[in-house]
């Protein structure tokens, strides 16, 4: 698995209440914060304090004396359960598996939605042996800490935008090329095409084993001013995620790109850190850019979809039944949110138009292909790291194989 040591620590914005399980809980996310970098010579000693050593003098004995107790006690436990037959089957039935869920987005997005479903149906198949704890909107930690997280098995699946990846690999760089993907018709051919297929098992060495492709939607600019032709970008600080392709496609039309996480966005629209960004319409709506940002171009041109990965260690003790299970709820939620991504945007949309806040600009077919020459630009920029064979898979479903 590749290090993850120059990465941050998990933020995590709360301690989620404990529960009392039948079986071992997912492990807690390492400290964060004031005390994070305090050391303890103990794996037993969780409170935070200076650093302590308990394996000196007295305690050193009776910590002997006490294991020995628990030696004796575990091996006569042994013995009594080879005795009655008992063994792991019965003690993996036992256990309640909990899958921590964390995610940036709201409830009522595409993913919030997909992350609910699928918390309701692994419950509902499984109960008592299977609990998901869904944190939306970044309750628990964003996307960065979820990455690292994932990694190290603190958590145990995530939902996290495929541009987030960049650090990781060069494939998923397909998905951020502007104008490669007309509509999510496009994007969904291309997933499920054996090119896109092989993309789930990318990053499985690394501690992340796709299991799936989440659709949010495409993407559209929003602007304190109106931004008909590439030109009109020219001085403006966008917001983006982190991506290199994202990074160059605002350089080629002469903005100053930003990375930044999704909660910061709208006070950094708000107080002028940025000034503009680019989003789907149900990004746009459930985060309320329209009310910081007067113009909206519906560009379309570019995507932004998710990565369904858990960690392979975890998936991998599961219990055959529970794992082929949830692979199974997997698929039949993708299925069911991915049909309804587009419609969840719409309606978006027209919440936003009934705001009133802002104002939506339908761009004409000249403006687009302006846009579209603009940028295009960044495909031979990133062909060779993405692979063209990769781009021309990607090319190969759009409808009609328009290049």
């Given at each position: ?29 390492r400290?964060h ?13 969780h409170?935070?304090?200076?650093e302590v ?8 004995r009776s ?8 030696l ?18 019965t003690a993996?039935?036992?256990?309640t ?23 309701e ?23 960065d ?11 145990q699946?995530?939902a ?6 960049d650090?990781?690999t ?43 492709f ?8 929003t602007?304190?001013?109106p931004?008909?032709?590439p030109?009109d970008?020219?001085?403006?600080k ?20 930003q ?15 940025v000034?503009?960004?680019?989003n ?5 709506y459930?985060s ?36 082929s ?15 309804r991504?587009?419609a969840?945007?719409q ?12 104002e939506?600009?339908e ?7 302006a ?31 328009n290049?």
């Amino acid at each position: 698995m590749q290090s993850f040591a120059a990465w941050p620590a998990p933020r995590l914005a709360k301690d989620p209440a404990d529960r009392t399980r039948t079986g071992p809980k997912a492990p807690a996310p390492r400290p964060h914060g004031r005390g994070a970098n305090r050391r303890y010579t103990s794996g037993t000693n969780h409170e935070r304090g200076p650093e302590v050593n308990l394996y000196t003098g007295n305690s050193m004995r009776s910590r002997l004396r006490a294991g020995a107790r628990r030696l004796a006690v575990v091996a006569l436990s042994a013995a009594w359960l080879a005795g009655c037959g008992g063994g792991e089957p019965t003690a993996q039935a036992e256990r309640t598996y909990v899958i921590k869920f964390p995610h940036v987005t709201a409830p009522a997005t595409p993913k919030g939605q997909a992350a609910d479903r699928f918390k309701e149906l692994a419950e509902a198949r499984f109960p008592g042996r299977v609990e998901v704890e869904v944190y939306p909107s970044s309750q628990l930690m964003d996307d960065d800490a979820s990455l690292e997280a994932l990694a190290f098995g603190e958590i145990q699946m995530i939902a996290v935008s495929l541009s987030k990846f960049d650090r990781l690999t060069h494939a998923f760089q397909v998905f951020d090329l502007p104008f490669l993907f007309p509509d999510l018709e496009a994007v969904e051919a291309f997933q499920a095409s054996p090119a896109g297929r092989e993309l789930l098992g990318e990053l499985t060495d690394r501690g992340f084993q796709g299991l799936a492709f989440w659709h949010n939607g495409m993407k559209q600019f929003t602007a304190p001013r109106p931004l008909h032709a590439p030109e009109d970008a020219r001085g403006l600080k966008f917001r983006i995620m982190e991506s290199d392709v994202l990074q160059a496609q605002i350089q080629v039309i002469g903005g100053s790109p930003q990375k930044m996480a999704l909660g910061e966005v709208y006070q950094a629209l708000q107080t002028g850190t940025v000034d503009a960004q680019e989003n789907t319409w149900s990004n746009n709506y459930s985060s309320k850019f329209y009310e910081v940002q007067p113009y909206l171009m519906e560009t379309n041109h570019g995507y932004i979809g998710y990565l369904v990965a858990v960690n392979p260690d975890f998936w991998a003790s599961l219990p055959d039944d529970i794992r082929s299970g949830l692979e199974e709820i997997v698929a039949e939620v993708t299925e069911w949110g991915n049909a309804r991504a587009e419609a969840i945007n719409q309606e978006a949309k027209a919440q936003i138009l009934a705001s009133g806040r802002g104002e939506i600009i339908e761009l004409t077919d000249e403006e687009l292909v302006a846009w579209q020459e603009g940028m295009r630009p960044v495909w031979d920029e990133f062909s060779d790291d993405i692979g063209q064979e990769r781009i021309d898979a990607a090319l190969a479903s759009r409808p009609g194989n328009n290049h």
